[in-house]
Structures are given as structure tokens and as C-alpha cells.
């Protein structure tokens, strides 16, 4: 039943009752939205890009990879690393910039950094674009 269809005089234990099935159907309905994101992640004519926004019909996709790096795995590296090259601040994040050049242009030494990489997808986010209206 719609909430406008509802009557007025309802007891709060009979909204309870609404809002409990509602729920429920709020529920559902989000079990199957996930299923279908996935349907959508995986299928091969999607065409996803691998990192940033792909736009379809009606959906605007956002993916991505979040970078990690394992702490103590660093804290070993950094002894018998060129500190002019080190690619993370102190706390040990990330200056992406820095090691992508290292990745890129000295291997021998992203070898030593990458055992420490994790990288795992991000979640990928869904957005409803807006239908264009037409001007008169």
C-alpha cells in the first residue's frame, strides 16, 4: 500500500506494521538492485571502463582500484631504499606520482616495493543520469 493511499486514523501500532513491511520491501528491492549491479559489473557488453566513469543509457558507472600498502613491509624497505625516491610521506602513504616513475622506470626497484602493494577494487558506484529536458 502507498503511503498518500493510507488512511489518517491509523492506531502507531498499524503504521508500525506499514513501516515494518515497507521495509521489507525497501529490502528486497536493495537485494535486487545489488544483484543487478553485479549483472551489469560482469557483463561483457557493458564495457566498463577499468577506472573512472563509464556512462550507459541511464546509468552513470563509476569504477576503481583502492592502493595499499603493507606498513611493516615498508618500514624494512625504506633501510636500503634511495630516500630521494621514496615514494610515500612519512605516515607511509602513497605519492602516487612517485611511484608510478619507479614502477615505470626503475624496476629493480619497484620489485622491492611491490610486495607491500595490495590493490583491491573499489565499489563501484551507480548514479542515475538525469533525462535532458528539451527546450520549446
Known amino acids: 500500500m502507498k503511503i498518500a493511499e493510507t488512511p489518517q486514523n491509523l492506531t502507531v501500532g498499524e503504521l508500525e506494521q506499514y513501516w515494518l513491511a515497507s521495509k521489507a520491501q525497501e ?18 557488453d557493458a564495457n566498463l571502463k577499468e577506472q573512472g566513469a563509464t556512462k550507459l ?9 583502492a592502493r595499499s600498502f603493507d606498513q611493516s613491509k615498508l618500514s624494512e624497505i ?10 610515500f610521506k612519512t605516515e607511509f602513504k ?15 626497484l619497484w620489485e622491492q616495493i611491490r610486495p607491500a602493494l595490495t590493490i583491491k577494487p573499489k565499489k563501484a558506484a551507480f548514479a542515475v543520469i538525469p533525462e535532458k529536458k528539451e527546450v520549446a
Open 27 to 44: 529490502n528486497e528491492a536493495r537485494k535486487d538492485r545489488l544483484t543487478i549491479e553485479t549483472m551489469i559489473l560482469e557483463h561483457p
Open 57 to 65: 543509457s541511464a546509468l552513470r558507472i563509476t569504477t576503481g582500484v
Open 78 to 87: 625504506i633501510e636500503a631504499f634511495p630516500s630521494e625516491l621514496w615514494p
Open 94 to 108: 602513497e605519492i602516487k606520482a612517485g611511484s608510478d616513475y619507479i614502477e615505470k622506470n626503475e624496476p629493480e
